[in-house]
C-alpha cells in the first residue's frame, strides 16, 4: 500500500495499482510480442509487453527452480483482463532470461497466472533500452 499523508493526524492508505497480464489470444496488439525465451536453462512462453507497468513470472516457474525471494514492502493490486485482481508482494530479483544467446538480466514479480511463463513489462524494456520494432513482426 502507498500511504499518502493529508494532515499530521490522518494515514490514508492506498491501493497501487497495475494493468499487466494479457490474455494469449490479445497478443496480436502491435505493443506485445510472443516469444519462447530461456530462464534458469528452461525454455519459457514469454510475453513482451510495453503496456506492462513491471515484469512478472508465474509462481509454478519459481516453485520449480527455488530461487531467492524478496518481500515487497507494498503489495500492488495487479489486474487481468477478465478483472480479476491479485496482491503482488514477492520480487525475484537479476533472473537470467535469454534471448537469442544474449542473457539479460529482469526483476520479476510472481504472480500465480499460467497464461505465460514470464511477462517482460515496460520497465524491463526501459532497463535495457530496447526498441520494438513492429513493422518487422
Not at 107 to 117: A, G, I, K, S, T
Request: aromatic residues 6%; negative net charge; contains cysteine.
Amino acid at each position: 500500500m502507498k500511504h499518502d499523508r493529508i494532515c499530521d493526524c490522518i494515514d490514508i492508505q492506498v491501493p497501487s495499482r497495475q494493468y499487466a497480464v494479457k490474455a494469449k489470444e490479445d497478443c496480436d496488439a502491435a505493443d506485445m510480442i510472443t516469444g519462447i525465451f530461456t530462464l534458469f536453462s528452461i525454455p519459457i512462453t514469454a510475453l513482451v509487453d510495453s503496456g506492462s507497468t513491471h515484469s512478472y513470472i508465474c509462481s509454478e516457474i519459481i516453485r520449480e527452480k527455488g530461487i531467492l525471494v524478496e518481500e515487497l514492502d507494498v503489495r500492488i493490486q495487479v489486474s487481468n483482463p477478465l478483472g480479476l485482481d491479485v496482491l503482488v508482494d514477492k520480487v525475484y530479483r537479476r533472473c537470467l532470461v535469454e534471448i537469442q544467446g544474449q542473457l539479460f538480466s529482469a526483476n520479476l514479480m510472481e504472480l500465480p497466472y499460467r497464461e505465460f511463463d514470464v511477462i517482460l513489462g515496460i520497465d524491463w524494456l526501459t532497463e535495457h533500452d530496447a526498441s520494438l520494432r513492429c513493422r518487422m513482426r
